[in-house]
């Protein structure tokens, strides 16, 4: 294999839960026809795993880092896609428009790529549009344009592949038609099979394109997602925030209000800001929010815990001192809720969301790779000890892995990250 065949291309699909690649594989192929031609020639091409495990929270930005970085976000900084950072210069928001290098912890691969000496282009990854160390993404990363088609994207992408300077050995692609419609419609909505559709028809464009310019077999292409998605749709599935605080909170509308703007109420689990409190003081909190909860019948489905005490499965999560002292998770299908603005006649309707634990497999992800360094047809197995991440063993790769992957397909040396040492050279073919 030659060095041109170390090209890594990175592809998401935004809220892509990991069944859905088991419906594409078993939907009736009518002779004659494809339905879905892209994914099923990755999926006949190219390796699989059977699912893969995002990082706790379950959300947009921190797992998208988690992929970039193979950092949990207690360690690459992005622990949800609103917080507030406290320091002793002040307390600073944090969102998903926020490109404050101060935020962003930890090497994402087009770094790591770049110090490397090779050439890496992004368009529209979270954080890839944050000048980090050296990453100037005035020339190397394309400004996210959330109205641009899934065709304008692909072509943009392949057009960084014909630069006249020679492909790029890192490129990245984002398609969010799955997750939107997965939340407006629900994750077993016609929206979700049609949006589904959609995007496979981009990634067939990229791979004529890819084909066309004689990249398709010298690039690896990695699908991944940063989440699933599950349905919200059901009577009384929304917990009011004030129903899981203790009395002196919840009627205290300037301290629901401090909860609320301190980014920790978007969704679907809490996070409780408790300035200078004590790991003692946190857990008295806890206490007294899981008491609430079930005076209001919400025992069943709501466990409010001091960060410190969550379960390992949450990934050093509670290590951060980004996270809120006391975090708040409903079942799977409930959301916490902030109370509606003064007025508002707004109803929940019946469509999905993420963000809960990752042990319910409705939060799991996809990941699949084509290319030369990806056997036809395997399936990815995921590294020993992965279940104490409370996923069985021999189920989901942590997306943690997906960093060491990239690295050792690029012949790079990787940064200090949460991968496990070997895995990458476990699972992929040998470098020729
Ligand atoms: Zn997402």
Known sequence: ???????????????????????IMAAPQVPGSSPLPAFRY????????????????????????????????????????????????????????????????????????????????TTGWPGSEVA???????????????????????????ALL????GPPAFTSLYLNDVDDWGHAAGPDSDAVETAIA???????????????????????????????????CGCGRTIPLTAVLPSTMAGNASAVAAIVAAGAADGPFIGIPC???????????????????????????????????????FTGYGASSR?????????PGYVVASPPPPGSTAQQGCAGTHGWDTQYSAMHATLLGMGPRFAAGALLAPPA???????????????????????????????????TAGYATRVLLPRC
């Open 385 to 419: 000890g992965a279940a104490a991440a409370g996923v069985a063993a021999g189920w989901a790769v942590p997306n943690v892995e997906v960093y060491g992957i990239m690295a050792e397909i690029m012949g790079i040396a990787p940064a200090p990250n949460n991968g």
């Open 323 to 331: 996270v809120w002292p006391v975090i708040g998770l409903p079942a």
């Open 162 to 165: 014909r630069s006249s300077s």
């Open 132 to 158: 980090l160390h050296g990453w100037n993404p005035s020339k190397t990363a394309a400004t996210f344009n959330y109205s641009q088609s899934g065709f304008e994207r692909v072509d943009a992408v392949l």
């Open 1 to 23: 294999m030659s060095d041109a065949a170390r090209r890594v291309l990175l592809v998401s699909l935004d809220g892509f839960r990991a069944d859905y690649v088991n419906h």
């Open 198 to 232: 959609a995007v496979d028809a981009s990634l067939w464009r990229l791979l004529q394109g890819l084909n066309a310019s004689n990249l398709l077999s010298s690039t690896h292409i990695l699908v991944t997602s940063d989440h699933g998605m599950a349905q919200t």
């Open 42 to 121: 990755l999926l006949a091409n190219g390796a699989r795993a059977q699912a893969m495990l995002p990082a706790f929270p379950s959300k947009t930005f921190p797992n998208h880092y988690t992929i970039a970085t193979g950092l949990f976000p207690a360690w690459n900084g992005i622990i949800a896609n609103t917080f507030t950072l406290r320091n002793a210069s002040g307390a600073f928001p944090f969102n998903m428009q926020n490109k404050d290098p101060n935020f962003w912890m930890g090497e994402p691969i087009w770094l790591t790529a770049q110090k490397a000496g090779l050439v890496a282009r």
């Open 275 to 313: 300035d200078g409190c004590s790991l003692q003081q946190a857990r008295a909190l806890a206490t007294a929010m899981n008491a609430a909860a079930s005076s209001a019948g919400y025992g069943p489905v709501f466990t409010a815990s001091a960060k410190q005490d969550l379960p390992a499965r």
